[in-house]
């Protein structure tokens, strides 16, 4: 199972959760391989070997992201053969306790009378957490400097360490951080509320609009054989039926969610046209 993410993250935990099931499943051993970043990792599922024997956990960032902002990267959709989704997990921007950013009309209210003095990290370019503060700047005019990092865990780092002012990562692996009172939570992208951040506001409450989230999905390459392909579709379907599995996919802090394969193939057309349009309002290239 190839991880098109780095290890720590929501990715490479949703990877190892369903690696585990499918093991159990299948009566062989599926080991996760972690490729970083996303791109990387997706280009590796589409050169893989047809036969069923390499898988890849792949997030949106690298399908639908990349597909919408024209991005020239060595593989196209249907070079995967969709699995199915397995889970989704909320972005949340953070500041560090010791700062005065205590809401977003602070960091806003700030940055506008001091354009590109705060900066701000994310999983890179068309990261979810990238779209999410971007709405934010666009919604209030104001100018805060992009630094893209690998993934949540190393954004989350920097943070924690004072070289960014703001971070802008998945809830699942910056919870810990929270509950712990290293990090403030500001926003979350969510439609609504969560129930574990109840004062905490969603970003289409404070800018407007809401920001798109990550998903995680199973793919193959394509041209695995159709017989193969079932067999993995009817393994994930049953483990995603395991309450065993949905409640280690919560506990790693994602929200299971199963897609079938042709329900991921309608969302992934879906977002395309969504991210394209979020893409040009926010102006990111």
Same mark, same amino acid.
């Given at each position: ?28 051993q ?50 995967f ?37 705060l900066?701000?990290g ?35 780092t ?7 002012d @703001?971070?802008? !990562? &998945? %809830?699942? /692996? ?7 009172? =290293?990090?403030?939570?500001? *926003? ?60 280690? @996919?919560?506990? !790693? &802090? %994602?929200? /299971? ?7 991921? =193939?309608?969302?992934?057309? *879906?977002e ?14």
């Open positions: 199972m190839i991880v098109a993410a780095p290890p720590g993250g929501p990715g490479d935990s949703a990877a190892r959760v369903v690696a585990r099931a499918l093991s159990d499943l299948l009566g062989q599926v080991v996760t391989e972690n490729r970083a970043a996303s791109q990387v990792g997706a280009g590796a599922v589409a050169r893989a070997a047809p036969d069923g024997y390499t898988l890849g956990t792949i997030g949106n960032q690298a399908l639908t992201v990349t597909m919408a902002f024209g991005v020239d990267v060595p593989y196209k959709l249907e070079d053969i969709p699995i199915g989704i397995v889970a989704f997990d909320i972005t949340v921007i953070t500041s560090r306790p010791d700062s005065p950013w205590k809401s977003i009309k602070d960091v806003t209210d700030y940055a506008r009378q001091n354009p590109h003095k900066s701000y994310a999983s890179g370019i068309g990261s979810m957490g990238q779209m999410a503060m971007e709405v934010v700047k666009l919604a209030f005019g104001a100018e805060i400097t992009f630094i893209p990092y690998g993934g949540t865990a190393p954004t989350n920097a943070l924690l360490g004072g070289h960014i @703001l971070g802008s !990562a &998945g %809830l699942g /692996a910056t919870m810990p951080f929270i509950k712990s009172g =290293r990090l403030r939570a500001l *926003a979350v992208t969510s439609a609504e509320r969560m129930p574990v951040l109840p004062d905490v506001p969603t970003v289409g409450e404070v800018a407007g609009r809401p920001s798109p989230n990550l998903w995680h999905g199973v793919f193959a390459p394509a041209r695995t054989p159709a017989a193969i392909v079932d067999r993995l579709t009817k393994a994930l379907e049953q483990a995603m039926k395991d309450p065993n599995t949905t409640a280690r @996919l919560e506990q !790693a &802090g %994602l929200i /299971a969610d199963y897609r079938n394969p042709e329900a991921t =193939r309608g969302l992934m057309a *879906a395309i046209k969504v991210m394209a349009e979020l893409a040009r309002s926010v102006k990111l290239k």
